[in-house]
């Protein structure tokens, strides 16, 4: 999985977090905040997929390369996303589930650099 499926704030805020030390527990909720007008409920999706790519998540050579060519990151933090692994756990409702607005689809628990990568990548697999 390609762990550059986020933004650069995303990376930014992951290697403030480890260049700091802040490696505690946090939980990001995905939940839809309002649902279009005349629909009281949708219908999960993608979350199998998240699932899957969760597996196998990590930053790939390429993605190093990268970092450090174009975005200059420095070398202790491109070793820091180099041995990053998602090690959390997730809670979500299941695939084709009927949900409400406000109502958590999914839910990360991980150390703070990890579950900040992997909210962004959930948004952009599910929504």
Same mark, same amino acid.
């Given at each position: 999985?390609? &762990? ?32 279009? @007008? ?5 219908? @999960?999706?993608?979350? %199998? ?24 990151? %420095?070398?202790?933090?491109? %070793? &820091? ?10 809670? @979500? ?5 009927i949900a409400l607005a406000g109502e958590p689809i999914l839910e990360v628990t991980?150390?703070?650099? %990890? &579950? ?12």
């Amino acid at each position: 999985m390609n &762990a550059l499926l986020t933004d650069l704030y995303e990376l930014n805020m992951t290697t403030s977090y480890l260049r700091r030390g802040m490696t505690g527990t946090a939980t990001f909720s995905l939940f839809v905040r309002s649902l279009p @007008a005349a629909r009281g409920f949708l219908v @999960a999706a993608g979350i %199998e997929s998240c699932l899957d790519r969760l597996q196998d998540f990590r930053f790939e050579e390429d993605d190093i390369r990268y970092l450090r060519d174009t975005l200059r990151y %420095e070398p202790r933090d491109l %070793e &820091a996303f180099r041995r990053l692994r998602f090690t959390g756990d997730i809670w @979500a409702i299941p695939e084709g589930r009927i949900a409400l607005a406000g109502e958590p689809i999914l839910e990360v628990t991980a150390p703070l650099p %990890e &579950a900040q990568l992997i909210e962004t990548m959930f948004l952009n697999l599910i929504t």
